[in-house]
């Protein structure tokens, strides 16, 4: 087994190529039925949808190639939204979205916001599992185009 490079951090301009394949590649593969749900126009420019100053846009990077993604954009003074948590189908089971996950939520207490909130298809059923573990509860679910969707909420003490 070799050595796991892995790093989370901020996104950068020259990783947008990589992002938008990768959340492109998952969606296609593996949840095709659930793209219309998620229009991509927030990937056409990530450093104007996720650039206010309580917004963050994180990779997880292995060995210089995007394995992860997850934002963080403010919706009110008080609640952050979770968008764009995927993990490359080669790297899940290796703590890579847990790590994605817990820097996120370091970013939001810090950032003073009172809970978190993300919005999933309930086929995305690993995400959905991770958000749980972590203190995550159903708020609610509804129907878009054939899929279901479903919302979690995490109140930050």
Known sequence: ARISLLKIRPWKNSDSPQIVALI????????????GAYPAEDLKDLA???????????????????V?????KADG???????????SSSHRGQGVGKGLL???LSFCRKKGFREVVIRTSSAMEQAIR???????????????????????RLKLS
Do not use: H
């Not at 992860?68 to 963080?72: F, R, W």
């Not at 972590?134 to 979690?152: A, I, K, M, N, P």
């Open 48 to 66: 104007k949808t996720y650039g206010g100053v309580d917004d963050l846009f994180l990779v997880a990077e292995d060995d210089n190639l995007v």
């Open 24 to 35: 492109m590649a998952v969606l296609e593969k593996e949840f095709p039925q659930d793209q």
């Open 102 to 104: 817990q820097e996120a």
């Open 68 to 72: 992860g993604t997850c934002g963080v």
């Open 130 to 152: 991770l958000c749980r573990s972590v203190g995550f509860e159903q708020d609610g679910d509804w129907s878009l185009g054939g899929v279901t969707l479903v919302r979690y």
């Open 77 to 87: 003074s008080k609640t952050a939204i979770l968008r764009r948590f995927f993990v």
